[in-house]
């Protein structure tokens, strides 16, 4: 069996089985992270994003970017443990975004999102699948392998900037790509403005819930997006290049990756489309682009610096 093929399919039994692990000892643990009844339809989910990933393998396996030595699996194990560690420091309800459901604030997102780009599509798979379901495990809310799923997704589609030998046409059309979907979710939230906002209890004023989506959470797509673009402008060209395409890739990589777990909903928790796109998706979606705007150049960058200052 090819090498690469191999080691793809043992990076996917292996995210499998971390997530069968994790359910397994956290309900012994906590019963508060036993799945219900859609315990099983949640995983057959997983299923679908796993084999989402081996065949966008099977369309690219001429690249290189699927290898995945020991150098890979030790960043998988470090990008998984930072993800994991930082995702329990902010996915609390302190942090907490209005929504239909539980939605924080997560600026960890970047670390899927800079493993992926920096290192390939299955250290950055990895290390948003496992880190999350992780974090999600010490934080003691519940479990959702489908959205964890969805987050190594995100650092999946980061990785897939190195198929590009010419990165300004990648980033063209992944940016072309995300403004079409950024615009999409957002012309549903204006049409939809009547979803509420689950999360939001104001017994004083009579509010129980029934607050609607607020509008920094249904246009935070396209601020995102337009972050994106600005970055482009102001890094420019050249040397440069790298973070731009960084940048462009996480933002797709994000909107793919939230948009898959949201749709999930659609069955798992028998959400209108509407209302999945509307209070999950641009909750989870938006702000997760502004910070990829924001901290994915910074990873990037100080990655560069200690690449200098190592000599490789």
């Not at 796993?50 to 699996?73: D, K, P």
């Not at 880190?131 to 489908?146: E, I, R, V, Y």
């Not at 990785?159 to 615009?183: E, P, W």
């Not at 049409?191 to 209890?201: A, D, S, T």
């Amino acid at each position: 069996m090819d090498r690469k093929l191999t080691s793809v399919i043992i990076s996917l039994v292996a995210v499998l089985v971390f997530f069968l692990l994790i359910v397994w000892v956290g309900g012994m643990i906590n019963p508060s992270l036993q799945l219900d009844e859609t315990g099983v339809l949640r995983f057959a989910f997983v299923g679908i994003g796993l084999l989402i990933v081996f065949i966008v393998y099977l369309l690219t396996r001429q690249s290189q970017i699927w290898e995945v030595g020991t150098r890979e699996v030790v960043y998988m194990a470090i990008g998984a443990a930072l993800y994991a560690v930082l995702s329990f420091l902010f996915n609390g309800t302190v942090f907490a975004v209005p929504s239909v459901s539980q939605v924080a604030l997560r600026p960890a997102v970047a670390i899927p999102m800079f493993f992926g780009f920096a290192f390939g599509p299955s250290v950055g798979f990895f290390t948003g699948a496992v880190g999350n379901m992780f974090g999600d495990a010490l934080t003691g809310f519940g479990l959702s392998p489908q959205w964890s799923v969805g987050n190594g997704l995100i650092g999946m589609v980061a990785g897939m900037a190195l198929l590009f030998k010419d990165r300004q046409k990648g980033i063209n059309i992944v940016l072309v790509i995300s403004f079409i979907l950024a615009l999409l979710a957002t012309a549903i939230f204006l049409l939809n403005r009547n979803v509420p906002n689950m999360m939001f209890f104001d017994p004083e004023a009579g509010i129980f819930g029934d607050a609607t989506i607020s509008w920094f959470a249904g246009l935070s797509a396209i601020v995102g997006f337009l972050l994106v673009i600005a970055i482009r402008f102001m890094v420019g060209s050249g040397k440069n290049l790298e973070v731009t395409a960084a940048v462009a890739w996480s933002l797709l990589g994000n909107f793919v990756g939230i948009g898959f777990a949201a749709i999930s909903d659609i069955w798992i928790n028998g959400y209108p489309p509407a209302v999945a796109i509307v209070g999950e998706f641009l909750p989870a979606a938006g702000p997760n682009s502004i910070f990829a705007a924001i901290l994915v150049p910074l990873l990037v960058g100080a990655y560069a610096a200690v690449q200098r200052q190592t000599g490789r």
